[in-house]
């Protein structure tokens, strides 16, 4: 069974960083795709960021460009989103899946036959 074991989160104020990881424990995590997703309240999930086994890295929503970066360490097999500059507007639980697929798709859609899921972290953003 895959399991995905997220840490990170928390409060900050606006214009602040947080890093989330996102470790796996499947004998093939890093041979996956690994993306992000958001779900504010109210709202419905969302494909934020993606990061394939290669390292490559992709966004998906013009909002974070410039201040997401998803990467990935596969001697420790765990995967990170570094966000910078944080506003209220990226309040939200934050997930990460395992796709199974070597890279990232095309869109990032929220939920699949193929993803396994993080517990999530909050991530909360006010002053």
């Known amino acids: 069974q895959l399991q995905l074991v997220q840490t990170g989160g928390g409060s900050v104020q606006p214009g602040g960083s947080l890093r989330l990881s996102c470790t796996g424990s499947?004998?093939?995590?890093?041979?996956?795709?690994i993306g992000w997703f958001r779900q504010a309240p109210g709202k419905e999930r969302e494909g934020v960021s993606c990061v394939g086994h290669s390292g490559r890295a992709t966004n998906y929503k013009d909002s974070i460009e410039g201040r997401f970066t998803a990467s990935r360490d596969n001697s420790k097999n765990t995967v990170y989103l570094q966000m910078n500059g944080l506003g209220p507007e990226d309040t939200a639980n934050y997930y990460c899946a395992e796709i199974l697929t070597l890279e990232c798709p095309p869109s990032l859609v929220p939920d699949g036959d193929d993803y396994y899921w993080g517990q999530g972290s909050e991530v909360s953003v006010s002053s």
């Open positions: 499947g004998p093939v995590f890093n041979y996956h795709a």
